[in-house]
């Protein structure tokens, strides 16, 4: 007889996230509960598509409450608990093949995925207890982080699938609720001042809201005092301890702590990982690449072992890639970062060194076929990187060969198509630059970029009466009068030959920051062959430069420097490329 699996879920204000996380649990559970604690948007409206299970419950700052009181209403035999800003990632049957396994299992750890707040693909993997049988015995402990606690031994068992995949959230989102478990944790802790749990707990809390100091004696406590009985806790409390030390620039300890937990737990692969980046900070970098191979070398830790998905690959590779670099070894160096890009084809931080390493090696132009040839332009978002590395580097015209073959594409984000039409005015494309701008002109957030290089376009073109058109329509507009009025005075300089008089000094200042930016814009210019931009540009140029030096003595000031830092832009690459350091 096939048993039935009953979700339950409590929720407040989630019409957000609501969706996908009930979407993704359609085919896989037989029943769904929700229990609302007093939302006042479409949150409710939203789960009676889904369920008629529905209920209220006061909410009374504890979690464990209102998880019980969900649990009282399930009719199912096994129990499976989300939030509402969690997906499930099962195959299809995963679920009751998971509870047809093991007669004697009566509750299971799933993987958590919880990504990083920063954009390397990397995500922290938790294993929690969120299936379990419905049979009367368990229920949920504590009023924040609450868990379903099982004191009998050999009836827990670890899923490999299915996984749990928390969305996600916006910085202030987190914040804010890391605030909230803050102040429901310091209550918890005032009832309850030796339980190492909420100890941990408040360390994770402090940790990830930037105060290492605050978090340090908690993190201490609870990784000195937990056992191995409760390595779920203990294992991710010496992570972040060692974090925590890291941040606090108390290298030596955080080594220390490493080199204890390499005799305790020799397959913890992020305690190597941890070690490297340790060493590599302190610019020992032998002993960080013997470190972050052992990383490697370990592969993904033991499911009970809290871990950093990456430290066992791109991350590490990455590390090695800097380490090897900085140690001379430079095709070594290239060979791991290679690696990393092959582990994630969406880290792009690998990307930025392999960059430097072959440009300074073999040209702009080899560097562009070599991406190609490994196969890093594929991707839309490592292209669009690599186009503003060529970019930065004053390689407009091999910025849009980055991203050419993405011109027809539909399904390419607007985003891009704006940066290949920038690319492709300031590579002597201008005509194909307004082609491509029509199709982001619409765009209200691109709306005022867009008309920057339409207006660089005409004016290399020659058709000052677009341009001016355009100019007026920026003016008229209080967002971006400053930017108009700037465009203005160059058109008359370029058409007419003379220079505004009184209109110039009224936004003297806003104008000057307007044009320096389009003079900054214009030294990028680099035609892939000779066009009929050519000669319009050494106008464009001059006229920028009478203007700022007609302003003021500002002015003059400000064109200066912007000379000088694109001046030491090339000393730098240059001194990279030949090894003329602090020349």
């Known amino acids: ?3 039935r699996i009953t979700l339950i879920l409590i929720v407040k204000d989630e019409e957000k996230k609501l969706p996908k996380c009930l979407q993704s649990v359609q085919g896989h559970v037989d029943e769904i509960i929700i229990v609302d604690t007093g939302s006042t948007d479409n949150t409710v409206e939203i789960a009676s598509r889904f369920t008629d299970k529905i209920y209220r419950y006061p909410w009374e700052g504890d979690f464990s409450a209102a998880r019980n009181f969900a649990l009282a209403q399930a009719s199912g035999e096994w129990i499976l608990s989300l939030d509402a800003d969690e997906e499930l990632v099962s195959g299809e049957g995963d679920l009751q093949r998971l509870i047809n396994t093991g007669q004697n299992v009566e509750a299971y750890l799933l993987s958590l995925h919880y990504p990083t707040a920063d954009s390397s693909g990397a995500y922290n993997i938790f294993h929690v207890l969120r299936l379990f049988r419905n049979n009367g015995r368990y229920f949920f402990q504590g009023k924040i982080h609450e868990q379903v606690v099982v004191q009998e031994r050999g009836v827990v068992g670890v899923a490999d699938r299915p996984s749990i995949r928390h969305k996600l959230l916006s910085t202030k989102e987190r914040n804010r609720k890391r605030e909230r478990n803050l102040a429901l944790l310091k209550k918890a802790c005032s009832r309850e001042p030796d339980n190492l749990f909420l100890q941990y707990y408040l360390g994770v809390e402090w940790l990830m809201l930037g105060k290492p100091q605050k978090a340090l004696p908690y993190l201490k406590q609870s990784y000195e005092q937990l056992t191995d009985e409760h390595l779920l806790f203990r294992a991710p409390a010496l992570r972040y301890l060692i974090m925590c030390l890291q941040a606090l620039g108390r290298l030596e300890e955080a080594i220390c702590l490493c080199l204890e937990a390499d005799i305790k737990y020799p397959d913890y692969t992020d305690i190597y990982y941890l070690g490297g980046v340790l060493f590599e900070e302190k610019k020992e970098y032998q002993l960080a690449v013997k470190w972050l191979k052992q990383a490697v070398l370990c592969g993904s830790p033991p499911a009970l072992y809290s871990h950093l998905h990456g430290t066992e690959s791109f991350l590490a590779y990455y590390h090695l890639g800097y380490c090897t670099e900085m140690l001379g070894q430079k095709e070594e160096a290239k060979e791991n970062y290679e690696k990393a890009l092959q582990a994630n084809p969406h880290y792009v931080y690998p990307l930025y060194n392999l960059f430097m ?32 590395l060529f970019f930065i580097s004053g390689y407009a015209n091999l910025a849009y060969s980055c991203l050419a073959d993405f011109k027809a594409s539909a399904e390419v984000a607007r985003e891009l198509k704006l940066d290949l039409a920038k690319y492709a005015v300031l590579s002597g494309r201008a005509r194909q630059g307004l082609e491509l701008l029509n199709t982001v002109s619409e765009d209200k ?9 339409c207006l660089l376009a005409h004016l290399l073109l020659g058709e000052f009466t677009q341009a001016r058109t355009l100019a007026l329509a920026l003016w008229k507009q209080s967002d971006s009068r400053c930017l108009g009025h700037a465009f203005l005075c160059l058109i008359q300089v370029l058409d007419k030959g003379t220079m505004p008089i009184c209109p110039l000094k009224i936004r003297e200042e806003d104008v000057l920051e307007q044009l320096i930016k389009i003079f900054d814009l214009c030294s990028y210019y680099l035609p892939e062959r000779s066009s009929e931009a050519d000669s319009f540009y050494f106008k464009l140029k001059s006229g920028l430069e009478a203007l700022c030096t007609n302003i003021s003595a500002e002015g003059c000031l400000s064109l200066a420097e912007c000379y000088g830092q694109r001046a030491g832009n090339w000393r730098s690459f240059c001194a990279n490329k030949f090894g003329l350091k602090g020349k």
Do not use: W
């Not at 957030?445 to 290089?453: D, G, K, P, T």
């Open 1 to 3: 007889m096939k048993e």
């Open 445 to 453: 957030v691109l709306r005022a970029e867009a008309s920057i290089y």
């Open 357 to 388: 390493l072959f440009c300074t090696a073999h040209g702009p132009k080899a560097t562009l076929a070599y991406l190609r040839e490994k196969g890093l332009l594929a991707d839309a978002q490592m292209a669009k990187e690599a186009a503003n």
